[in-house]
Each structure stands twice: as C-alpha cells, then as structure tokens.
Nanobody, 119 residues
C-alpha cells in the first residue's frame, strides 16, 4: 500500500549542498516516525536523522549543525537539507517510515538515492 521514493541525490564538490526528498504514496501524518539512513560501500547502515509525527528531531553527531530534517504533510514529503558536505558523507541515502500498532509494527523503505562528494 505504502511506497517511498527518494530523489535529489547527485555529485557535488567538498563544501557543497544538496536537498534530498522522500515522497510517500500514503499520508505521512499516519507515520509515527520517519528517518534517513545512509550506507557507504564496505560500511554498515547508519542512522542519519529522524523526525516524529509531532515534529521532534534527532541527528547523528557527525551531521549536527550541517543537516536539517523536515516534513511537509500537505505534500506527503520528507526532506533532508545537507550543507557543508564532506567526502565522508558519500553514500546511498535511504528513506524509512514506521507505523506502530498494538501487537505489531509496520516498516517501509525506499530504494535509495546516491550522494557523492568529491575531495
């Protein structure tokens, strides 16, 4: 029923900026939490940022002050604004959403968008 589609990735130079989008086929106000993960070659998946249905946010230490997560309920879209990009930010960025119900949880994943930062 729910599909998540990422866009906005690309190739940028050290210090550049990108804005990633995650468009949902469902209504994002029904998601208890939405998150951005990233995975670089040879490394395990890392949680980058999260936002709850009431707007509370969290970030991994390495992106604090550089990245901003947000959501637009009218457009059913979540965003990740990335400033001051570094080569170590290079990865596939993945959108995630969850619905928590009594008895079980529901998890949804996008296919990912590539971000490459040149040194």
């Amino acid at each position: 029923q729910v599909q998540l589609v990422e866009s906005g990735g690309g190739l940028v130079q050290n210090g550049g900026s990108l804005r990633l989008s995650c468009a949902a086929s469902g209504t994002i106000s029904t998601f208890n939490v939405m998150k951005w993960y990233r995975q670089a070659p040879g490394k395990q998946r890392e949680l980058v940022a999260a936002i709850t249905s009431v707007g509370a946010t969290n970030y991994t230490d390495s992106v604090k002050g550089r990245f901003t997560i947000s959501r637009d309920n009218a457009k059913n879209t979540m965003y990740l604004q990335m400033n001051g990009l570094k080569p170590e930010d290079t990865a596939v960025y993945l959108c995630y959403a969850a619905i928590w119900k009594i008895g079980r949880d529901y998890d949804y994943w996008g296919q990912g968008t590539q971000v490459t930062v040149s040194a």
